[in-house]
Nanobody
Framework: QVQVVESGGGLVQAGGSLSVSCRVSGSVFRLVAMGWYRQTPGKQRELVASVNAGGATDYTDSVKGRFTISRDFGNNAVYLQMNSLKLEDTAVYYC??????????????WGQGTQVTVSS
């Protein structure tokens, strides 16, 4: 059993900052990568940022220079610091984790999502 739990999010004015956190618990043998997707009604889920076990990060173009993803894989956690937030950043943010539950078995796991709302 693997659980992915997000925290943080909420309501912030445009130009403000917000952070979201995510922690994985359960049968985690080895984390490969973690990251964040976001989704708004009627749109496909979009990859926002990711980080792998080696520390390499990737961001979607629209958040580069504003969002920072960091990891603490020793505690099976990932964080997303969001600065200079824009109205278009409003979405449900979903944390995911690629991980091994045994030396051979791996899969992708998802959190329930946390709402981030940016107001004018």
């Amino acid at each position: 059993q693997v659980q992915v739990v997000e925290s943080g999010g909420g309501l912030v004015q445009a130009g403000g900052s917000l952070s979201v956190s995510c922690r994985v618990s359960g049968s985690v043998f080895r984390l490969v990568a973690m990251g964040w997707y976001r989704q708004t009604p009627g749109k496909q889920r979009e990859l926002v940022a990711s980080v792998n076990a080696g520390g390499a990060t990737d961001y979607t173009d629209s958040v580069k220079g504003r969002f920072t993803i960091s990891r603490d894989f020793g505690n099976n956690a990932v964080y997303l610091q969001m600065n200079s937030l824009k109205l278009e950043d409003t979405a449900v943010y979903y944390c995911y984790a690629y991980l091994y539950t045994s030396p051979r078995d791996w899969d992708q796991y998802w959190g329930q999502g946390t709402q981030v709302t940016v107001s004018s």
